[in-house]
């Protein structure tokens, strides 16, 4: 999909169809600022995980598992799971297709402890790729953000997270 040109509908229109509808008008200013909110989040992350799919062939999950692995340090995958906020048998399958690779980006080792859980990785070829591709995402997230000015963006991160704990 092109976020760029997609097309929303005004607030004047969400007005006439709530106009005679059991919805009220001021339901239409709500309904406009969740629609501009996903539309927004939508073309961000297209902007910002785009490139990465393009230019390296990563996905946004699997940028994610790399970024966990690169900020924290190895993990178990149930601990993925849980920092990802997907199920343990996703990650299972995303590290099984990255261990496939002919130069995996993640290594998986048995933990003493458990024989059943694993502790993934980074492959020195996994930390090489993600401080390789780090400058230009940092560089395409500043491009998209700067948009707003410096308050702005302080203002619209407070709120969001206030949607985000309210849900």
């Known amino acids: 999909m092109d976020y760029q040109t997609r097309i929303l509908p005004t607030r004047e229109c969400l007005c006439r169809m709530a106009d005679g509808q059991v919805v009220e008008r001021a339901d239409a200013a709500r309904v406009d600022l969740l629609l501009s909110l996903v539309a927004g989040a ?3 992350r297209s902007a910002i995980y785009g490139p ?3 230019v390296h062939g990563i996905s946004e999950g699997k940028f994610s598992l790399l970024m966990a692995l690169y900020g924290e340090g190895p993990k178990l995958a149930t601990e993925l799971a849980a ?3 997907v199920t343990a048998a996703t990650v299972s399958v995303m590290v099984k297709r990255m261990l496939a690779s002919p130069d995996p980006l993640i290594a998986s080792e048995k933990v003493e402890s458990d024989a059943r859980a694993r502790r993934i990785r980074l492959t020195e070829s ?3 790729l993600v401080e390789g591709v780090l400058p230009d995402h940092f560089q395409t997230i500043r491009a998209v953000s700067d948009t707003l000015t410096e308050a ?3 203002t619209l991160t407070l709120l969001l997270r ?3 704990r309210q849900s």
Request: no cysteine; glycine share 12%.
């Open 152 to 154: 702005e963006r302080e």
């Open 126 to 128: 996994g930390r090489t």
């Open 42 to 44: 939508d073309m961000v």
């Open 162 to 164: 206030k949607l985000i």
């Open 52 to 54: 990465l799919q393009s």
């Open 83 to 85: 920092t990802l906020g």
